[in-house]
């Protein structure tokens, strides 16, 4: 980067800020835009803080901070690394001397606005990729428009997935075998939506006799056509278009089977398979823009109900009202039974619930028995799917009853029918039906992280995995993940060391290597400390006839005895990183996209909001809404 090594040198050898100063005409500090008296007292704190590791000669990690530039993706890549390293505190590292919060809040500040060259009072809404439909949008929104149930896991291919989730649109691409199938689905989903039990067709054909006349018949065409399409595009149809399908509707076989030529081509259409919005300078990144209120109609009901906008959404949007009227739409559309989608696809993805019920697991292994007939009764699919909608409830009562993200982890009840309760040894609940259940005393779950779903699904099939389970918080729930493994690293049950140790023993041989060290300093101990929930969710008191050991340490510094005590750090000391790290999957889910640096300043939006409202998860959902990357598009293309 041009000069940025030349005058940190400067400061180095001469400690002489006013010279420093004089020379700050490229590089990183240029055009930093009011912040000018921070660099007086950021470059002292990297030096104080960064450098043994990270500059003067160090590269620990591969990152030397005078070195770095602002302009390439992999410099802001790092920048924004460190950014969050220091925004969770993992660095500097616990033991060594800790800038107070006032001096890390400076240097995040000036990463910010400095190195990255962000503005947080015009926040960048980063670029959108055009989104085809997924699986599950796809079937909704079929749903929705004519009633009809299609079966998409049995017509398409399954859609991959980025960051976590299967709304990105950098990976729904369109393959030739999608588009055979779209065109197969199109005519199959109208032709079923046109059996005269099928409410579409009762809305669309007449009571009694279409008009006899040539003239009135095509008026009355062509305002059935553009009704649906109206819904299909999600935004008015354009007269061009509408000439073209009411054309197709006017060729031979009469007035029903016009209807259906012209509903098959609009389900076919790429305008109907893709989120396509539209935007002056489109491939102008210096061009910011808010959406039309079409386009946020359609981010708004894909985002809570997977699915189209209604005629509420459209109504407003076309009055040019629904940005003035978001929050009160954000409140109906999540009483809507219909948020049950966002709540299942988001969580589904998010803490893997979606996955429990299909994970494998040897239960017969796991519980010791003989007969699969045995572990069945214990372990079976009714339950699997008990764990699945146990954590989506959590979610849903502390979602729409106000309540504080943290509640997620802190929560003393949950919401459990016959089946589930008992495998947790609950008394008390009787039927198929859930309901909210205060845990009695001695019975030792509290939040998601006592739940049988994430239980399971952070196991391996025979066994626990404190690693998996590590990663998972670390990842999901704090922000912080830890880096993949390096290659050619052993297993956990590997060479003829292992024996009969103890699950910790284990891992503290594994964490002997000097590779495998750093990493698990941050995973394991967070695994070892639920140890006494076994592979299937079970409780259990003691392992290979030991007492286990739950104690632990975080990366941060923080100690704990026992899982209830590390799922308090969670809930209070550590809860900023929670609130992040949700923030950050929130929006990612709503968007599409995975986050930037230049994200920086809309995450922290999102915290504060978060903040101001006691951490409510419903306060974090509206201010996913309103940010920046929701209400608005730039052009595509590199931004610097």
Request: aromatic content about 8%; some cysteine.
């Given at each position: 980067m041009k000069g940025f090594p030349i005058y940190m040198r400067v400061y180095l050898s001469r400690q002489n800020c006013?010279?420093?100063l004089a020379v700050l005409v490229g590089?990183?500090?240029?055009?930093?835009?009011?912040?000018?008296?921070?660099?007086?007292?950021?470059?002292?704190?990297?030096?104080?803080?960064?450098?043994?590791?990270?500059?003067?000669?160090?590269?620990?990690g591969g990152i030397a901070l005078d070195k770095l530039g602002k302009d390439k993706p992999a410099d802001r890549k790092s920048w924004h690394s460190v950014w969050s390293n220091l925004d969770s505190q993992l660095m500097p590292p616990s033991d060594k001397p800790q800038p107070t919060p006032q001096q890390r809040a400076?240097?995040?500040?000036?990463?910010?606005?400095?190195?990255?060259?962000l503005d947080p009072a015009n926040p960048d809404p980063g670029r959108v990729t055009v989104r085809r439909l997924n699986r599950e949008e796809y079937r909704n929104t079929v749903r929705d428009l004519t009633g009809v149930e299609f079966s998409v896991q049995e017509h398409f291919p399954p859609d991959d997935t980025g960051y976590g989730f299967d709304t990105i649109g950098d990976v729904l691409n369109l393959s030739p075998i999608h588009m055979e199938k779209y065109i197969e689905a199109a005519q199959s989903i109208v032709d079923r939506a046109f059996t005269p039990e099928n409410a579409l067709r009762r809305a669309i054909f007449p009571e009694?006799?279409?008009p006899g006349d040539a003239a009135a018949l095509?008026?009355?065409m062509r305002g059935t056509i553009r009704f649906f399409a109206?819904?299909?595009?999600?935004r008015p149809v354009d007269e061009p278009t509408l000439d073209r399908l009411c054309a197709m509707?006017?060729?031979?076989?009469?007035?029903?089977?016009?209807?259906?030529?012209?509903?098959?081509?609009?389900?076919?259409?790429?305008?109907?398979?893709?989120?396509?919005?539209?935007?002056?300078?489109?491939?102008?990144?210096?061009?910011v823009v808010l959406l039309d209120e079409y386009a946020l109609a359609s981010r708004l009901s894909y985002f809570l109900w997977s699915s189209t906008p209604d005629p509420e959404l459209l109504l407003l949007a076309g009055r040019g009202q629904l940005r003035a009227q978001l929050r009160p739409q954000v409140?109906?559309?999540?009483?809507?039974?219909?948020?049950?989608?966002?709540?299942?696809?988001?969580?589904?993805?998010?803490?893997?619930?979606?996955?429990?019920?299909?994970?494998?697991?040897?239960?017969?292994?796991?519980?010791?028995?003989?007969?699969?007939d045995d572990s069945d009764k214990v372990f079976s699919a009714k339950l699997r799917s008990a764990m699945r909608e146990e954590t989506e409830r959590l979610f849903q009562h502390v979602l729409r009853n106000k309540l504080p993200a943290e509640e997620l982890f802190t929560a003393s009840y949950g919401f459990l029918n016959e089946t589930l309760a008992a495998f947790y040894g609950i008394r008390g609940v009787k039927g198929a039906e859930f309901q909210r259940m205060d845990f009695p005393e001695g019975v030792h779950r509290r939040g998601v992280l006592g739940q049988g779903t994430f239980l399971v699904v952070t196991s391996n099939p025979t066994r626990t995995s404190p690693v998996k389970r590590g990663q998972f918080v670390l990842e999901n729930l704090l922000g912080a993940p830890a880096p993949p493994p390096p290659p050619n690293i052993p297993p956990l049950e590997g060479g003829g060391k292992a024996g009969k140790k103890s699950m910790r023993q284990l891992m503290e041989l594994h964490r002997a290597d000097a590779l495998c060290a750093s990493c698990h300093a941050r995973m394991d101990p967070i695994g070892l400390a639920l140890e006494e929930f076994n592979a299937i969710g079970q409780y259990r008191h003691a392992g290979e006839g030991e007492p286990i050991d739950t104690a632990g340490q975080l990366v941060t510094g923080e100690k704990f005895n026992n899982v209830e005590e590390l799922i308090q750090l969670l809930g209070t000391t550590r809860k900023h990183d929670f609130y992040r790290c949700l923030s950050e999957k929130l929006l990612t889910y709503a968007i599409g996209r995975g986050l930037e640096a230049s994200d920086i300043s809309n995450v922290r939006g999102l915290v504060a909001s978060m903040e101001a409202q006691g951490g409510s998860l419903s306060a974090l959902l509206q201010a996913v809404v309103e940010s920046a990357p929701f209400q608005k598009r730039r052009g595509t293309g590199e931004t610097r």
């Amino acid at each position: 980067m041009k000069g940025f090594p030349i005058y940190m040198r400067v400061y180095l050898s001469r400690q002489n800020c006013a010279g420093l100063l004089a020379v700050l005409v490229g590089g990183v500090f240029a055009n930093a835009g009011g912040i000018k008296e921070r660099e007086r007292e950021a470059l002292p704190l990297l030096r104080e803080f960064c450098f043994d590791c990270h500059g003067e000669g160090s590269k620990k990690g591969g990152i030397a901070l005078d070195k770095l530039g602002k302009d390439k993706p992999a410099d802001r890549k790092s920048w924004h690394s460190v950014w969050s390293n220091l925004d969770s505190q993992l660095m500097p590292p616990s033991d060594k001397p800790q800038p107070t919060p006032q001096q890390r809040a400076l240097l995040q500040d000036w990463i910010e606005r400095g190195a990255l060259g962000l503005d947080p009072a015009n926040p960048d809404p980063g670029r959108v990729t055009v989104r085809r439909l997924n699986r599950e949008e796809y079937r909704n929104t079929v749903r929705d428009l004519t009633g009809v149930e299609f079966s998409v896991q049995e017509h398409f291919p399954p859609d991959d997935t980025g960051y976590g989730f299967d709304t990105i649109g950098d990976v729904l691409n369109l393959s030739p075998i999608h588009m055979e199938k779209y065109i197969e689905a199109a005519q199959s989903i109208v032709d079923r939506a046109f059996t005269p039990e099928n409410a579409l067709r009762r809305a669309i054909f007449p009571e009694g006799p279409l008009p006899g006349d040539a003239a009135a018949l095509e008026v009355y065409m062509r305002g059935t056509i553009r009704f649906f399409a109206d819904r299909a595009l999600r935004r008015p149809v354009d007269e061009p278009t509408l000439d073209r399908l009411c054309a197709m509707g006017a060729a031979e076989g009469g007035f029903p089977e016009g209807v259906k030529r012209a509903m098959v081509a609009l389900l076919a259409s790429p305008r109907f398979i893709f989120r396509a919005e539209i935007q002056p300078e489109p491939n102008n990144p210096g061009r910011v823009v808010l959406l039309d209120e079409y386009a946020l109609a359609s981010r708004l009901s894909y985002f809570l109900w997977s699915s189209t906008p209604d005629p509420e959404l459209l109504l407003l949007a076309g009055r040019g009202q629904l940005r003035a009227q978001l929050r009160p739409q954000v409140e109906r559309m999540l009483q809507d039974g219909r948020s049950s989608r966002f709540v299942r696809n988001f969580v589904g993805q998010w803490l893997q619930s979606r996955d429990v019920e299909t994970v494998p697991i040897q239960a017969r292994v796991v519980l010791g028995l003989q007969k699969q007939d045995d572990s069945d009764k214990v372990f079976s699919a009714k339950l699997r799917s008990a764990m699945r909608e146990e954590t989506e409830r959590l979610f849903q009562h502390v979602l729409r009853n106000k309540l504080p993200a943290e509640e997620l982890f802190t929560a003393s009840y949950g919401f459990l029918n016959e089946t589930l309760a008992a495998f947790y040894g609950i008394r008390g609940v009787k039927g198929a039906e859930f309901q909210r259940m205060d845990f009695p005393e001695g019975v030792h779950r509290r939040g998601v992280l006592g739940q049988g779903t994430f239980l399971v699904v952070t196991s391996n099939p025979t066994r626990t995995s404190p690693v998996k389970r590590g990663q998972f918080v670390l990842e999901n729930l704090l922000g912080a993940p830890a880096p993949p493994p390096p290659p050619n690293i052993p297993p956990l049950e590997g060479g003829g060391k292992a024996g009969k140790k103890s699950m910790r023993q284990l891992m503290e041989l594994h964490r002997a290597d000097a590779l495998c060290a750093s990493c698990h300093a941050r995973m394991d101990p967070i695994g070892l400390a639920l140890e006494e929930f076994n592979a299937i969710g079970q409780y259990r008191h003691a392992g290979e006839g030991e007492p286990i050991d739950t104690a632990g340490q975080l990366v941060t510094g923080e100690k704990f005895n026992n899982v209830e005590e590390l799922i308090q750090l969670l809930g209070t000391t550590r809860k900023h990183d929670f609130y992040r790290c949700l923030s950050e999957k929130l929006l990612t889910y709503a968007i599409g996209r995975g986050l930037e640096a230049s994200d920086i300043s809309n995450v922290r939006g999102l915290v504060a909001s978060m903040e101001a409202q006691g951490g409510s998860l419903s306060a974090l959902l509206q201010a996913v809404v309103e940010s920046a990357p929701f209400q608005k598009r730039r052009g595509t293309g590199e931004t610097r």
